[in-house]
Nanobody, 115 residues
């Protein structure tokens, strides 16, 4: 059974930092591309960042230079380091694992940026 379990969501003030983690089980983690997506209230889910099995990364323009995605294959975990957080970063953040036409999603973790 495949599970992606996100953690690390919290309420933080503007300018603050958070690190999200996503622990995967039931897949051969090292061969999967991993990603973080987010969905703000009333909006569609959007891509935040991805990292391939070869560790090539891609970021949405809105988070470039503020967020960093990384992966630890020994721990079957992908991370999202978020710095200089803004109120518009408020959303539920979802972890995604993809291999070809197969993809899996976590249940999400809530990040709220507010003073």
């Amino acid at each position: 059974q495949v599970q992606l379990v996100e953690a690390g969501g919290a309420m933080v003030q503007p300018g603050g930092s958070l690190r999200l983690s996503c622990a995967a089980s039931g897949i051969i983690f090292r061969i999967f591309g991993m990603g973080w997506y987010r969905q703000a209230p009333g909006k569609q889910r959007e891509l935040v960042a991805t990292i391939t099995s070869g560790r090539t990364t891609h970021y949405a323009d809105s988070v470039k230079d503020r967020f960093t995605i990384s992966r630890d294959n020994a721990k079957n975990t992908v991370y999202l380091q978020m710095n200089s957080l803004k109120p518009e970063d408020t959303a539920v953040y979802y972890c995604n694992a993809v291999l070809g036409r197969t993809d899996y999603w976590g249940k999400g973790t809530l990040v709220t940026v507010s003073s």
